[in-house]
């Protein structure tokens, strides 16, 4: 077979540069004579991939390979960018070898903790978190598509790269622009006197673990801490997350849900699978029909820019945890 293809290059070859007049190739002619394979795929640059057993080796290696290292864990947001060169390490951390990070654990009085590891399908179709924190399995449930939910975790899914229309592109395209501050460029496209990222969260379980009350443990090279969901974010599109590179979400740990009632609402582009443009998270403790707590989180808008829409979803998120209504579909698209 391989010599049938190599006789037929032969000719092929003495056909190039005498392309038929008139015709339009989609491909180079060299490609269309079957000399060389059709670019048809980006390709990750080339990397070296370690896979560490305990969530302390991981942090240890990531403190030995310094800024050349990146974690990895589902991997479906960080291969993606690695193929557009928004990120490249020399070497990722693998975290799926690593068992302590996967599972959920707890119960409804004393709160649940769910390993970093575990993945979004498990989360979503979790029973005690649909009974206890059914905003947190909406929010699960939505994101991306049943494939990537499968690999995704909820570890990767709050640490998640911010998003922005001219950062999220391929390498050509944003050469073609001249490329932005977040990655190869000088200045900021959306704001070009801006000497700051803009560039936004858009986790969709990000804006619940935060209403919920929820809490991650780091663990790093030198020990670990338990930090609030609140205190992991910077307000900078580039410098987003406020934790060391060698720390390691390890797990999240929801708070007790009695009495807690919580909602999420969703609005995307394609309406089948899409990053938030807006997250909306809506937690109430209740006392009878007393409100005494409660917090309202949005996600993927670094100002509610989208005020009128943002005002008729935190509204009906109010009205559902009032048990007013049922809060319309979780999930819908943009007009
Ligand atoms: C087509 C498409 C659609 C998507 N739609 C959505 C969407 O609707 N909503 C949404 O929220 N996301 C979406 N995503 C992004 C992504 O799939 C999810 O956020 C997913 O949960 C990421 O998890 P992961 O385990 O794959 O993370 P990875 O890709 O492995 O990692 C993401 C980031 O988190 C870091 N990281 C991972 N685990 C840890 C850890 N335990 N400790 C510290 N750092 C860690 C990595 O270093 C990396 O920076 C989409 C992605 C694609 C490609
Ligand atoms: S907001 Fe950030 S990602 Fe977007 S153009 Fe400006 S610097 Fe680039």
Redesign the pocket.
Known sequence: MARAALGKSRTAKQQIGRAEPGRVYLRPPSVEAGLEAPATMIRLPAFTYLAPSTVDGAARLMTEHGRDA???????????NMKRRQFEPKVLVG?RRIRE?RGIRGSTAGGFTIG??TT?SAVAAHRDILRDFPALATAAG????PQ?RN???????V???TRCNYYNQSYEWRRAIGFCMKKDGDICLVAPGSSRCWAVS????APVLWALGAKLRLVGADGERTVPMAALYRDDGIEYLAKRPD????DVQLPGAEGWRSVYLKL?RRGS????VLGVAVAARMEGDVVRDARIVLGAVAYPYRKKITRVFVARAIAAIAGLGDGGAASEEVA
Not at 70 to 80: E, H, I, S, W
Not at 202 to 205: A, E, G, L, R, Y
Request: glycine share 14%; proline share 5%; hydrophobic share 45%.
């Open positions: 990146m974690l990895v864990a589902g991997g479906t947001d960080l291969y993606p975290l990070l970093a590891g979004l939505l994101v991306s598509s990537l690999m995704g975790t909820i570890g990767g899914n640490c998640v790269d858009s986790s969709d379980t720390e390691i979400v390890a995307r699978f899409d990053f938030p």
